[in-house]
């Protein structure tokens, strides 16, 4: 977990220690808490630190001093000292009252795995949106956690004309952070303005736009270089791909595409990670389909779907037409299978491999086609202009020729038929 941004969380040089510990509160299950705490463990091991250990607790509910109630905060202490752990990671968010209070009595860090998250994206990010986007996501977390020291840092004494003591440098500091936040959202601004004159561009290009989503890990990277040779770093880690990539994509029929490979999701994802790449994730809302990749290894491939459809849902993009792709065929053949079997309409590809590619292109066709309407349009001769934009933006299933005009009957979006309302021919 190494720092590579301002007010990034974690500093070190070296692979710390961890504790990893999961409460079982009333409506979850023993083996979905270890399961959450398996993919703690993904993410601390993708942040540069090693797990020693783990402790799971039964509660009603948390302790509003510290989660987990002073005994267990104790048993984590003595526990930590015999492992020679570095940090306590929990896996629910920290309040910044517990946060406090557990570091006093572990005598030694204690975060959450929201703080894990957002240290692999500051280690990930690459472009200066990307990092600027993962900034303003820590400078969100850290605001309220900020801590002073009472009046001992004031800049003035309490005198004649003031009341009590002046600023003091946790006022200083939390001034500093809204400030530096307020250019980074300025700077953000400006970026989703570039981004929304891209896409009229994009728009008036009439290409259809693909969104691959997915739980992180899930393969879409992989799949992205499949599809369009995009060479585009992807790995076995949680994470990787942060920033959005465009490509072009050649479908069977002839039609082009763009496809634009998105930041993996996650349980539990920090709400200030979301509001953070919300311009980047409106590549998702505008799409004309979703192309959900899925892991077909994955042990709770539909808790995986559930936690990407709740981001969906998040950033207004949950009515956008889903395609669902079951990953990782040749990974484990039978769950593949029967994952891809219960869902409706799914294909079962393998990224790595390019088992069942062919299928997907066919049906993405096919899906994109099922959203357009067939129209008959009758243009002038002399309009050799728009004829050649019918022939580029549709697909013209036949054409007549008469002495003054062409009847075509076309195939166009919705777009499309605004473009070309003026001739649409009356019943």
Sequence with gaps: MSNLLPGTLIERTFRERIILVGVVFPGLTAELVEEELDELAQLVDSAGADVVGRVVQRRDAPDPATFVGRGKAQEIAELSRSLDADTVVFDDELTPAQHRNLEKLFGRTAIDRTAVILDIFAQNARSPEGKAQ????????????????GTSLSQQAGGIGTR??????????????VRRMHRLEADLRDVERTRSLQRRSRARGRHRELALVGYTNAGKSTLLNRLTDAGVPAANRLFVTLDPRTRQLSLPGGETVLVTDTVGFVRKLPHELVEAFRSTLDSVRLADLIVHVVDGTASNAEGQMAAVHEVLVEIGAADVPELVVVNKADGAPDSAKALAHGIEGSVLVSARTGEGVDELLRVIGDRLRGSDRVVRLVVPWSRGDVLAAIHREGEVLSQSDGDESATLQVVLDDVGRARFAEYVATP
């Design 164 to 177: 009590g003591p002046g600023e003091t440098q946790l006022e200083v500091d939390r001034r500093r952070l």
């Design 134 to 149: 993962v900034e303003l996501a820590l400078l969100r977390y850290r605001l309220p956690r900020l801590r002073g020291r």
